[in-house]
């Protein structure tokens, strides 16, 4: 923990939002800059139908995600040619440093927890734009 944070048990509930650079808006949850967190961060996504986020990877953290509601598609590999999809009570795991691109191919609006090895969750997020074409609108 940091000085300015003394280690102690905390509980958090979802409220304000925060614009990720992947395109979506991702409930504030836990991480270094609400509780300290030293090596994860914990946040609840909420993707409408249609929502997709850009193509990009984390360079240097995993990524696990729970689908609690709906589904979604994801596209993932170098060229974003593999493909994925999820439906509530799934479970997926992305290592570091691979490219990928959510999307919600659903009629309901998709709900995830997401889990990610860096407490700051935003910073070794590396968006790839030549990537964004290779995944049809």
Not at 118 to 131: K, W
Request: charged share 20%; glycine share 10%.
């Amino acid at each position: 923990m940091t000085s300015s944070m003394p280690p102690k048990c905390q509980k958090l509930r979802p409220g304000g939002t925060y614009a990720g650079k992947q395109g979506f808006s991702y409930f504030e949850g836990i991480a270094r800059e609400t509780t300290g967190a030293q090596g994860i961060c914990m946040h609840l996504l909420r993707i409408p139908p249609g929502g997709r986020a850009k193509a990009h990877l984390h360079e240097s953290h995993e990524t696990a995600i729970y689908v609690m509601e709906g589904s979604a598609a994801m596209y993932w590999g170098e060229k974003l040619e593999h493909h994925m999809e999820t439906v509530a009570g799934d479970l997926v795991y992305i290592p570091a440093g691979v490219p990928h691109l959510p999307v919600n191919t659903g009629e309901v609006e998709a709900v995830a927890v997401i889990a990610r090895t860096d407490p700051h969750e935003q910073e070794s997020v590396r968006l790839l734009p030549e990537l964004e074409d290779l995944v049809p609108a």
